[in-house]
């Protein structure tokens, strides 16, 4: 007769049959990621996904200089299944030039978002006939300007693509006269002053003791096509694991996170829920 188990083998028995079990993850999700910047976004998101059954594996694309072309090409070549970082500009851009056949889930978040500051006036309403307004001179920020004055009503605008090929010569109705001067980016901070309104990307602002959430007085949103989304190819769109993961994203922690790791300079603009 064999001896009777101990006290002890009964304890660890009855452990591993009632030990918590983490998920089984039936499938992977490859994310590129540009290590440093999305990566706490990413783990957290992943954690949860985990728990569904998908287990995220982050591919770090940051030591290449184009860090958008490359994970345009990287998604186009299945090397990654979805990113957070490619703007909506880039996915129609690489999808008319090279067929890269790119899909957006939505807008992610607005890094360096543009927006309107002022020492004189509350809103960009306040404009007066003539006013000045200062804008980068660089193409893609003075782009984003002009896009925001259009929006605001301010300015009538061509219809241009890339957007980044917009310039002063594309606008098309100024009802109220403004005076709108290309500015070097660097020297924008000196404008504050005798500026009624001047244009400044989320990574300027240090110079000039400005936060995009406290201070803009007309900033980019969701629509912008600058806005980073949730890209990946079509055909993989109607996926479950993408709408996974996208329900693990977009919550209020995570919206919090990003506000609080970059204090505006990335501006969460995916809605939560």
Do not use: Q, W
């Not at 188990?5 to 590129?32: H, S």
């Not at 940051?62 to 990654?80: K, M, W, Y």
């Amino acid at each position: 007769m064999p001896p009777a188990p101990t006290l002890l083998a009964v304890a660890v028995a009855a452990a591993a049959v009632f030990r918590p079990r983490r998920a089984f993850c039936e499938e992977t999700l490859i994310l590129g990621t540009l290590k440093d910047f999305e990566d706490l976004f990413h783990l957290k998101a992943a954690e949860s996904l985990e728990k569904e059954g998908v287990k995220v594996a982050l591919k770090d694309l940051s030591g290449n200089s184009a860090h958008e072309d490359a994970l345009c090409l990287a998604l186009a070549n299945g090397d990654i299944e979805l990113s957070t970082r490619v703007t909506l500009e880039a996915v129609k851009l690489k999808n008319r030039d090279y067929g890269a056949g790119l899909a957006s889930l939505g807008p992610s978040y607005l890094t360096g978002p543009m927006g309107f500051y002022s020492r004189r006036i509350g809103t960009l309403d306040e404009l007066g006939e003539g006013a000045v307004v200062a804008v980068p001179n660089d193409p893609e920020s003075r782009a984003r300007a002009l896009l925001l004055l259009r929006d605001s009503g301010k300015i009538g605008l061509n219809d241009v693509f890339p957007t980044t090929d917009l310039t002063l010569s594309d606008i098309v109705s100024n009802p109220l006269n403004l005076r709108i001067e290309e500015v070097p980016p660097e020297d924008l901070p000196e404008r504050l002053e005798d500026s009624d309104a001047l244009a400044l990307n989320g990574f300027m602002l240090n110079y000039a003791g400005l936060k995009p959430l406290r201070d803009a007085i007309r900033l980019e949103g969701a629509d912008s096509p600058f806005a980073s989304a949730f890209v990946l190819r079509e055909a993989d769109k109607d996926k479950p694991k993408f709408a996974k993961f996208l329900k693990a994203f977009r919550t209020r922690e995570m919206a919090d996170l990003i506000l609080s790791k970059y204090d505006g300079r990335v501006i969460p603009v995916f809605p939560v829920g």
